[in-house]
C-alpha cells in the first residue's frame, strides 16, 4: 500500500519570503502521480501543482515549484515570495493509475504566512 | 471557470437517520470520487465511479455507504443510517481524462 509523509505539522513564514514543505512517499510503482493540494479556511481542496513521476524535469506553477526526487521518493513544494492568501494547509498526495486515481493524502502541513 | 458542486455545505443529523450529499460534477468529467476528511485528520479516500458504476472502493466505503449516478449530473453519496463517527467534511471529486482531480467545496456532515 502507499503511504505519504509530511514530517511538518506546522510551518510560518514571512510574507515575501520562500518556504519548502517537506513529503515523502512510500510506492512500489513505477510510474505515478503527485500532487500538492491547498485547503483554505474556506476548506475547498485547490490544485497548487502536479508531476508525473516519468518526467525528470520538476513541474513548476508561477510561485510555486517542486523538487522531485523519484529515487529518494522525495516531493517537496517551494513557496516562493508569499503571499498572506497562502496561508493554508498543504496536502500532498499520490494517485498509481493514471485513469482511477484515487488518491492518497499525506497529513498535511498547516501553513501561516506572516505579515 | 467550470466548477465542482456540492450541497448541502452543511448538513445536521440525528443518528441512524439516512442522509444523501449531493454533488454536481464538471460537466465533461468521467470518473467521480468521495473522500472524506474527519476534523483534525487527513484526507481519505471513500470511493470512485466510473460508467456507471464503483471501480473501488476504500474499508471505510460499507454496506452503510452507496452511491449513485441517477440522472446524468447528480453524484450522490448516500449514507444508510448515519453514526456519530461518520461526523466529517465530505469531499466530492471529478475527473475528465488521465488528468487531475477537481474537488468540490465540500459538505460537513455532523450527527448528533
Known amino acids: 500500500a502507499q503511504t505519504v509523509t509530511q514530517s511538518q505539522p506546522e510551518m510560518s513564514v514571512q510574507e515575501a519570503e520562500t518556504v519548502t514543505l517537506s513529503c515523502t512517499y512510500d510506492t512500489s510503482e513505477s510510474n505515478y502521480y503527485l500532487f500538492w493540494y491547498k485547503q483554505p479556511p474556506s476548506r475547498q481542496m485547490i490544485l497548487v501543482i502536479r508531476?508525473?513521476?516519468?518526467?525528470?524535469q520538476n513541474a513548476t506553477e508561477n510561485r510555486f515549484s517542486v523538487n522531485f526526487q523519484k529515487a529518494a521518493k522525495s516531493f517537496s513544494l517551494k513557496i516562493s515570495d508569499s503571499q498572506l492568501g497562502d496561508t493554508a494547509m498543504y496536502f500532498c498526495?499520490?494517485?498509481?493509475?493514471?485513469?482511477?486515481?484515487?488518491?492518497?493524502f499525506g497529513p498535511g502541513t498547516r501553513l501561516s504566512v506572516l505579515p | 471557470e467550470p466548477e465542482v458542486t456540492q450541497t448541502p455545505s452543511h448538513q445536521v443529523t440525528q443518528m441512524g437517520q439516512e442522509v444523501i450529499l449531493r454533488c454536481v460534477p464538471i460537466?465533461?468529467?468521467?470518473?467521480f470520487y468521495w473522500y472524506r476528511q474527519i476534523l483534525g485528520q487527513k484526507v481519505e479516500f471513500l470511493v470512485s465511479f466510473y460508467n456507471n458504476e464503483i471501480s473501488e472502493k476504500s474499508e471505510i466505503f460499507d454496506d452503510q455507504f452507496s452511491v449513485e449516478r441517477p440522472d446524468g449530473s447528480n453524484f450522490t453519496l448516500k449514507i444508510r443510517s448515519t453514526k456519530l463517527e461518520d461526523s466529517a467534511m465530505y469531499f466530492c471529486?471529478?475527473?475528465?481524462?488521465?488528468?487531475?482531480?477537481?474537488f468540490g467545496p465540500g459538505t460537513r456532515l455532523t450527527v448528533l
Open positions: 498526495a499520490f494517485a498509481k493509475q493514471p485513469f482511477s486515481q484515487n488518491f492518497v
Open positions: 471529486a471529478s475527473m475528465k481524462d488521465s488528468d487531475t482531480q477537481y
Open positions: 508531476q508525473e513521476a516519468y518526467k525528470q
Open positions: 460537466s465533461n468529467h468521467l470518473y
